[in-house]
């Protein structure tokens, strides 16, 4: 079975632009989440998402948003992005709250 | 509100040798309990996890933890250590009905030949 894959891998983009990031989960997995991770604060959890419907968010402001589609692939933004934003995202998917939540790769957003 | 402290930044281990990466956690109700790997660049993969049940799992590429309820401790394991296993280990900590993880800031281990 696919792992969860995250695209793109790698993205450069400037102060004051939006960027998307896009997730698909493992097959049959319905749980989605997302997590940020910075040198200084470590893995921070972003959202979760389950058959569409945004079930927890952390504690980031409201330029961090997600969806979910039918096809449980998810989607983070991040509008008008500041320096502080670099990061790697990490997107996870699991079967529902007390499955485990399996990782892909990341992507690695550098604001300039 | 749910927490992990990993008290050791770094961790530098002969290969061969034992290694043993703490962990404890503060969560209000039954804690579901992982460890992750994460190489250099990688995202992050599951090494063990803890539900419910006989309180040492055993993982892959040969770790093992122990629950224990009255410490507060998942503890990671592993009795001779490879050079493949020098990594960056994070520890986390869910729950029932809780949609996210909150993780530890990780330990360091490096493998010396």
């Known amino acids: 079975k696919a792992g969860v894959t995250q695209t793109p891998r790698y993205l450069i983009k400037t102060r004051g632009q939006q960027v998307t990031l896009s997730c698909s989960p493992i097959?049959?997995?319905?749980?989605v989440s997302w997590y940020q991770q910075t040198p200084g604060q470590g893995l921070q959890f972003l959202f979760e998402?389950?058959?569409?419907?945004?079930?927890n968010k952390g504690n980031f402001p409201g330029r961090f948003s997600g969806r979910q589609f039918s096809n449980s692939r998810s989607e983070m933004n991040v509008s008008t992005l500041e320096l502080g934003d670099s990061a790697l995202y990490l997107c996870?998917?699991?079967?529902?709250?007390?499955?485990?939540?399996?990782f892909g790769p990341g992507t690695r957003l550098l604001v300039l | 509100a749910q927490s992990v402290t990993q008290p050791d930044i770094h961790i530098t281990v002969s290969e061969g040798a034992s290694l043993e990466l703490r962990c404890n956690y503060s969560y209000g109700a039954t804690p579901y309990l992982f460890w992750y790997v994460q190489s250099p660049g990688q995202g992050l993969q599951l090494l063990l996890k803890?539900?419910?049940?006989?309180?040492l799992v055993q993982g892959i590429k040969g770790f093992e933890a122990e629950f224990k309820r009255s410490q507060s401790s998942f503890n990671l394991r592993k009795p001779s250590v490879h050079w493949s296993d020098a990594a960056e280990y994070f520890c986390a900590v869910g729950g029932f009905n809780d949609y996210k993880l909150s993780f530890g800031a990780g330990t360091t281990v490096t493998v010396r030949a």
């Open positions: 097959s049959g997995h319905r749980s």
């Open positions: 803890y539900f419910s049940g006989d309180t």
């Open positions: 998402y389950f058959s569409e419907t945004q079930r």
């Open positions: 996870a998917s699991g079967q529902g709250a007390r499955e485990t939540q399996y």
